[in-house]
Nanobody
Framework: QVNVVESGGGLAQAGGSLRLSCAASGRIFSTLVMGWFRQAPGREREFVAAISWRGDQTNYAESVKGRFTISRDNTENTAALQMNSLKPEDTALYYC??????????????????WGQGTQVTVSS
């Protein structure tokens, strides 16, 4: 079992930055693909970014490419999402997730095995 906990959400102005962190328990963390998803009110949960277990492969949604950066530290069992040039449409509940299968290219939420409770990000215009 892997427990996932997000932190770092909050309020930012358009054009600003926020950094989300994800802490995961369990000795298998270094073998998991880590991902970030988000869900805005009235909308489906959508893929944001993913990183391979070694950190050498990443995948981003088109809407965040060039603005968001995903990273991980296997020595600390943590992952992070650096969000720059934030836009009001980035407002959502952000979830950290982990999966045992290796492909970062698979972006369905159903591919992920472990989920955090979410952290709110609100971007004002």
């Amino acid at each position: 079992q892997v427990n996932v906990v997000e932190s770092g959400g909050g309020l930012a102005q358009a054009g600003g930055s926020l950094r989300l962190s994800c802490a995961a328990s369990g000795r298998i963390f270094s073998t998991l693909v880590m991902g970030w998803f988000r869900q805005a009110p009235g909308r489906e949960r959508e893929f944001v970014a993913a990183i391979s277990w070694r950190g050498d492969q990443t995948n981003y949604a088109e809407s965040v490419k060039g603005r968001f950066t995903i990273s991980r530290d296997n020595t600390e069992n943590t992952a992070a999402l650096q969000m720059n040039s934030l836009k009001p449409e980035d407002t959502a509940l952000y979830y950290c997730a982990a999966k045992k299968t290796s492909a970062v290219s698979r972006t369905r939420s159903t591919d992920y095995d472990y989920w955090g409770q979410g952290t709110q990000v609100t971007v004002s215009s």
